[in-house]
């Protein structure tokens, strides 16, 4: 049974950082797709970064790239999303997704993934 479990949220001042984690437990393939997506209050699921688990080629949306950093530890099957310079505007609850059996990365829609984490909540004050 597949399992993903973030971590690592908390509330931080504007410009401050962050580092998530997604622990990841019963994948069997040489490679997934991994995402973090995010969704503020009353908006939809942003897909923010993802990583190829078997390559660790990485792909990142406008809106984070050069201040966000999708990394994998694949001894501890762990993901990281690590977030610097953050402003108000990245405020929301963040979910780690995997599509399974995949060497492509480009997976923006919800949709395209098989497996979701809780979520963790990142605040970021002004």
């Known amino acids: 049974q597949v399992h993903l479990v973030e971590s690592g949220g908390g509330s931080v001042q504007a410009g401050g950082s962050l580092r998530l984690s997604c622990a990841a437990s019963?994948?069997?393939?040489?490679?997934?797709?991994v995402g973090w997506f995010r969704q503020a209050p009353g908006k939809g699921r942003e897909g923010v970064a993802t990583?190829?688990?078997?390559?660790?080629?990485?792909y990142y949306a406008d809106s984070v790239k050069g201040r966000f950093t999708i990394s994998q530890d694949n001894a501890k099957n762990t993901v990281y999303l690590q977030m610097n310079s953050l402003s108000p505007e990245d405020t929301a609850m963040y979910y780690c997704?995997?599509?399974?059996?995949?060497?492509?990365?480009?997976?923006?829609?919800?949709?395209?993934?098989?497996?979701w984490g809780q979520g963790t909540q990142v605040t970021v004050s002004s």
């Open positions: 997704a995997a599509h399974r059996n995949t060497w492509f990365g480009e997976r923006w829609s919800e949709g395209e993934y098989d497996d």
């Open positions: 019963g994948y069997t393939y040489r490679s997934n797709c």
């Open positions: 990583i190829v688990t078997g390559s660790g080629e990485t």
